[in-house]
């Protein structure tokens, strides 16, 4: 046999009820050595058969289990041996952990290998400091939270240094701070080169994490491969009720209507995916018709809002920007600009107020002498709204010697930590019993992509209890409360991801309607809250805009 194949299977058959049915049908496959290996496939279909045969807790009723080239035995010696250097975690740590104290139950394992008490107690020592299980380590096993008996769980294998460690569901019941924690130890396992076999539903972790996907089906593999292959065919997905994982779905969309090239490396996870749309070449100075060879040029800023009809969120945000950029750049007049023309008309009927459009405020710069133009948005993606102003702002083109646009709000990688920085910052009394709640406005634009990846960010940066959702796209209402449910706040916090807190965020967000989010929350159980501050409220937020100016202002 290869000496890179740790494990494996041939024709493997098992069956619970008297040969009636197969549990295992005929199973093969091969485990190469230090690899991560996650197992798929629906309720049923044999995972948790073929790892309790690989720990010899069932003994196949034919074919041959190999491990490390050995056809395994299931005499005393034989199980022995091959439980020594295969540990099973169970879905359930209940069903793993008897003994009355944390320190007994790691220690119990070791000794029973015929190690002395002393070397015992060092590698005992070791495992408990790598895991961190220090602070509850004399603790009685039953009183541990779900994440801490996962813990102690895996300490029981680990401290008998295993060629091979199998994880039934880990993250099984858990809440997301112990699924990160618990995802944080598989991967030191993995660095350390030890091959880790994981059955799980979450596709999402399984195209990230996975060296190679094995499908079930059956008690067979219906397909296995590289996470890329087995998540790209749509047709073994349907077999298994599997859905493909979202960072491949964003991809493949944007792709299909040209925005990335099919050519790129299939992203990993949602922040290269996020890399590739950073990368995507804008040109941000479009030099026109007038050359300031001869003449003194005149340099000007434009602040181009989406608008709106709420006076009061106006002055706080969108007034405030854009006399942030009146003192970040005293020598530049700021010229303002907005993109709804149905607000516009609103406040010139109800308030006879004279708001310019894109083009209207273009013409006045042109009647002003300004011969170079800094226009900045404060759009928060790169979306319809800010490709309608570019278009718009274009057309003058001729008219001056260079129009430069600054980047919206989130259109970086850094600007993504930026934004989360001046939001933990606003939000600093947030407790993990809360959770706080984002509303973002959505759109069928690609660049819609930023928010589940900002969502995900969030949980990488530390933030496991920040959530953003939007009002006409994804992550939805529904993606939201799927997550609520599974981190279980005391208390939900709801906030606009919105650079003004008008309509949608007095209304669709904390209003009174049974849609609202607000109502919506309150029916699912929570106590919740309503924070009316927009992005443009927050100090951080405006001197990123500030930050995209200066980046243009050659």
Known sequence: M????????????????????????????????????????????????????????HRPSSGTLYFNGEPVTYDKKGLLKLRSKIGIVFQDPDNQLFSASVYQEISFGILNLGVSEEDAKKEVEEVIEHLEITPFRHKPTHSLSGGQKKQVSIADILVMHPDIIILDEPAAALDPKHTTMVNQIVNRLTEAGITVLMATHDVNYAYEWADEIMLFHQGKVLMHGTPADVFSNK???????????????????????????????????????????????????????????????????????????????????????????RQAFPEYPVYRAWTSKMIIRKLKNRDNLIIPTVKEAMEQMMSDGITDVLVQPTHVINGIENDLMKEDALTYRDSFHSIS???????????????????????????????????????????????????????????????????????????????????QPKEVVLAPFMIVAGDHAKNDMAGDDPESWYSQFKDEGYEVKAVLKGLGEYEGIRRLFIDHIRAVDR
Do not use: W
Not at 6 to 22: G, T
Not at 420 to 425: G, P, Q, S
Not at 453 to 458: I, K, P, V
């Open 2 to 57: 290869n000496n890179d194949i740790i494990l494996k299977a041939e024709n493997l058959f098992f069956s619970y009820d008297d040969e009636n049915s197969h549990s295992l049908n005929g199973l093969s496959l091969e485990i190469k050595r230090g690899q991560k290996v996650a197992f798929m496939g629906s309720n049923g279909s044999g995972k948790s058969t073929f790892f309790l045969c690989c720990n010899g807790i």
């Open 235 to 325: 047709a073994v997905l349907a077999q298994t009720n599997l859905e493909a994982p979202a960072v491949l779905e964003l991809f493949d969309s944007l792709c299909m209507k040209g925005i990335l090239k099919p050519a790129l490396p299939v992203p990993k996870n949602l922040q290269t995916l996020e890399k590739y749309i950073a990368d995507v070449n804008i040109n941000t100075t479009h030099y026109g018709g007038i050359s300031p060879v001869n003449m003194k040029t005149k340099k000007a800023i434009l602040a181009v809002s989406f608008g709106t009809s709420h006076d009061d969120t106006r002055k706080v945000t969108i007034d405030a920007i854009e006399d942030s950029m």
């Open 405 to 487: 646009f600054g980047d919206p709000l989130l259109t970086t990688e850094d600007d993504s930590h930026k934004v989360i920085a001046a939001i933990a910052d606003e939000f600093s009394h947030i407790t993990e019993e809360q959770a706080l709640v984002f509303m973002g406005h959505g759109t069928t634009h690609f660049a819609n992509s930023i928010y589940a990846a900002l969502d995900y960010t969030f949980k990488d940066k530390g933030y496991p209890n920040f959530f953003l959702g939007t009002v006409e796209a994804y992550p939805s209402m529904e993606s939201l409360k799927k997550m609520l449910k599974a981190y």
